[in-house]
Each structure stands twice: as C-alpha cells, then as structure tokens.
C-alpha cells in the first residue's frame, strides 16, 4: 500500500535517535508494541517526529476522546492555569465543586442523588471504590472476573486478570479477591447457549456454596463491557441479573467504566444502555480528554458515610483536571457521543460486511466506538490467531494507522468520538492492505 502521508522508512530517524535516548533513562516495563514517537496531534491526526501523519484509532487507549488538544479543551485549561496551577483537598474550589454538579446532573445512577472522589486515574478510582465498599459494608471479600482490567496497583491489580504478566512477580496483592468467568457466547465455558446466566448460577449456586460466604462479600467489580479482555459486550439481562444477585446478598455492584465511559459506547455510561444501576462507578480516561483524572462516583447514601479522613488524595480536584473534564463534557453531550453512537454503527455495520468475506475475522462486536474485532485462525477453526493480530497492528503502523490490540487476538478499536464516516472509510482501506500484508 502507497501512503502519500508516510514519507520516511519506519521508525525515522529522529524516532530511532529518541527511542536510543529512552532506552537510557526511562523504565522498560511499559508495554510498547511498535516504535511510535509522537510530535503533535489535532482531533483524529496525529504526526511523528519525522513528520509522517498517522489516523489514530487508539487515542491514547481511550483518553482523547474529543481528539488530540481540542481548542475548546485547550482554551479551558488556559484560563484554569491563569488562576491557580493546584490547591490540595483540604480546600474548596469552584471548579471541583462544578465538576461534582455535572456528574450528578448526567445520573450515573438514575434517580439516585451522587457524590463524587476526585482522583488522578482509573487506578485511583478503583482503589478509592474497594475502600468505600469496604467501610460502608463493613465487609472484606469481592469478586471479580477473569479478563479484567482494573489497574496496576496493588488493590486494583488483584482484580487485574487480562494478562498473567500484569501479576507476575507481584504476589500478594490484595487478599480476598475470587474471579469468575466473564460471560462471552462466542467463547463459552459452560454448558449452554446462555452464559450470562450461567455465570449468575455459579456464583449462586457454586461458589457461595462451597467457597465464598456471600455475606463476607462487600463488592462484586467488573465492566460492563469488558475492555482489556477482548471488547466482549456481556449477553442481554447479565447485568441486570448481577444487580439482582447483589441484593439479595447485600452486595455493592461497582462498575469499572474508566474505559466504557463519557460517551464512548454512544450513551454518557454504558451502564446506560441496560438501564442497570450500580452502587459505584469508576470513571477517568476520556474524562479529561488527556488530562490526568479519575472519579470515585457513589450513590450518596454510601458516600456520605466516609468520615473526615477516611480518604483523601494530595492532587485530586486539580483545577486544570477539573476544567478539562468540564470541557470535554460540554463536547461529550453538545454532539459527539450521538456522533459515537453514529458513526459507530457505520463502523460496527462496515467491519461486519467485511467478516462476511474474510475467514479471519471471527467475530466484530461493540457499542458505538468502542469496537473490537477478534481474529482467528479461520476456515471454521476459531483458535485466536495471536500473531496474525500482533503482525495486523503492526502493518497498520506502517500503513498509517494507530491501533492497539486485546485479549488473546482482539483488534480494538476506541477513536476519539469526533471522528467521521471519511476518517472509518481510510481506516477500512488501510485495514485491508494491512490485513493481507500480514497473512501473506
């Protein structure tokens, strides 16, 4: 494939002369996949540093969801930083206080009123949503599910299961976590067509027989579109059913929707779509459009019952955090997550038309732009075809698209919610020409 917009050999020069400075000084242990140095970027664009332009379909895993240093973003953090560049939590200010009004105004929980924990990341999030669960049950246990992805650190790291190497080498992390299967009729592992249920029985049935007192149990975490995983969207009434399980058990239902959140499946929560509340929700990348944030959310009758001290965070509530996410929901709700939900589908209906021909593709699924397409061996063998994935993203870089792969074999892709129908169409033809460079 011809790209007019790659005009050196890949890695260029300046990229390769970085990457060498990098190796020097900075920690090997980030996962980089193909050597991408990055100069500057405006809404789907972005270009290296030997000026060869990229569409990128990546967006910083997720985070630059109204593109790269949108005007409106940008101009908010400006005024913000003219004002003051921090001041701790132990103080108030408007835009923290204004943040906090627009989440509760978005009804993460429905009818039920919010409070929000200001943090820095998802991680943050998670950690913060252990210990709030903790405190108000005055439980220990949880439970989470295999393919999750919920941080590195060391709470949220024991409900990390999407890769062993996440936790190789890290035992112990936080005791009391079991995981169960996520639900994926594409990859069953019970019996019968119904996973979902079948995943509510074992837990019922199984588990809180035999290994876990369910009244020990302060929280059942998972996403309600599993990420990192494999972008598997669980089966209808799943979630519902989990709310349901939780009660009876008086269990808070925590959804991680750092990921699935602002906007990114086509509705502000994909908790939205199932009309499920849960009790916590996590929320950062694409909150900030970039800028580093995260957000406890809880319904305020489990909020308000952490004491002074409790918990706490020397950064969270950062002006210039808080104004971008105030920023970015302004675009969120004036137009781009009915753009996500849109364009998504042109997306999710254009990837699907080219399964149908391609043996390759296994399976395409998603919510808006939060799409993922898993490929396999083929022929009617659907063994995940790992390296055909790895060589897939990287001939994409070559071809002049960013992607990022999950689960075993599964391309995803997550752009920010501006993108249009012009900008699918060139991803399509530069997926193609990299699809067949890598089988061939």
């Known amino acids: 494939m011809k790209n007019l917009h790659i005009t050196t050999e890949l890695p260029g020069p300046k990229a390769r002369a970085m990457i060498a400075r990098d190796a020097a000084v900075v920690s090997p242990s980030y996962p980089r996949d193909y050597p991408f140095v990055m100069s500057h970027g405006r809404g789907a664009e972005v270009w290296d540093v030997d000026g060869n332009r990229f569409l990128d379909f990546a967006a910083g895993i997720a985070v630059c969801a109204t593109g790269h240093s949108h005007p409106h973003v940008v101009e908010a953090i400006t005024e913000a930083a003219k004002g003051f560049l921090h001041i701790s939590s132990d103080y108030w ?5 204004r943040l906090g009004e627009r989440i509760r105004d978005l009804r993460p929980m429905g009818d039920e009123p919010v409070m929000s924990f200001m943090c820095q990341s998802g991680t943050e999030a998670v950690e913060g949503a252990l210990k709030l669960a903790r405190y ?24 990390t299961s999407s890769k062993y190497t996440q936790q190789q080498g890290f035992f112990p992390t936080m005791p009391g976590v079991t995981h169960v299967p ?25 588990l809180f027989a035999h290994n ?23 089966p209808d009434g799943f979630l519902a059913g989990l709310r349901a399980l939780c009660d009876r058990h008086g269990i808070m239902l925590i959804f991680d929707e750092v990921q699935s959140g602002i906007g990114r ?10 009309g499920v509340t ?25 909020m308000e019952q952490w004491k002074r001290g409790a918990h706490g965070n020397t950064y969270g509530g950062n002006p210039l955090c808080c104004a971008a996410a105030i920023a970015t929901l302004d675009l969120v709700e004036g137009g781009y997550m009915s753009n996500a939900a849109d364009v998504g589908a042109y997306f999710l209906e254009r990837l699907r038309a080219w399964q149908s021909h391609t043996p390759q593709i296994g399976e395409v699924r998603g919510q808006g732009l939060m799409i993922g397409m898993e490929l396999i061996v083929g022929n009617g063998d659907k063994t ?9 993203i990287t001939r994409a870089y070559h071809n002049g ?6 689960g075993v074999s599964t391309v995803r892709f997550m752009p920010p919610l501006l993108i249009t129908r012009a900008d699918v169409d060139e991803a399509m033809t530069m997926l193609g020409a990299s699809l067949a460079e890598a089988c061939a």
């Open 93 to 97: 200010h408007e835009g923290q206080i």
């Open 136 to 159: 108000v049950t005055g439980r220990s246990r949880f439970i989470g599910f295999l393919g999750g992805f919920h941080g590195r650190t060391m709470g949220s790291l024991a409900f």
């Open 182 to 206: 996520y639900p994926n009729n594409y990859r069953p592992i019970f019996v019968g067509d119904d996973q979902g249920k079948a995943v509510l029985d074992y837990i019922e049935q199984v």
């Open 212 to 234: 876990v007192p369910a009244r020990e149990v302060a929280g059942i975490l998972i996403e309600p579109i599993q990420g990192e995983g494999g972008y598997v969207v669980p």
């Open 265 to 274: 499946t086509g509705k502000m929560f994909a908790a939205h779509h199932v």
């Open 278 to 302: 849960p009790d916590i929700m996590t929320l950062a990348k694409g909150l900030g459009s970039g800028m580093p944030i995260g957000l406890v959310v809880a319904k305020k009758t489990h």
């Open 384 to 392: 995940p075809a790992r390296k055909l994935c790895d060589d897939l």
């Open 401 to 406: 698209l960013i992607l990022l792969s999950c």
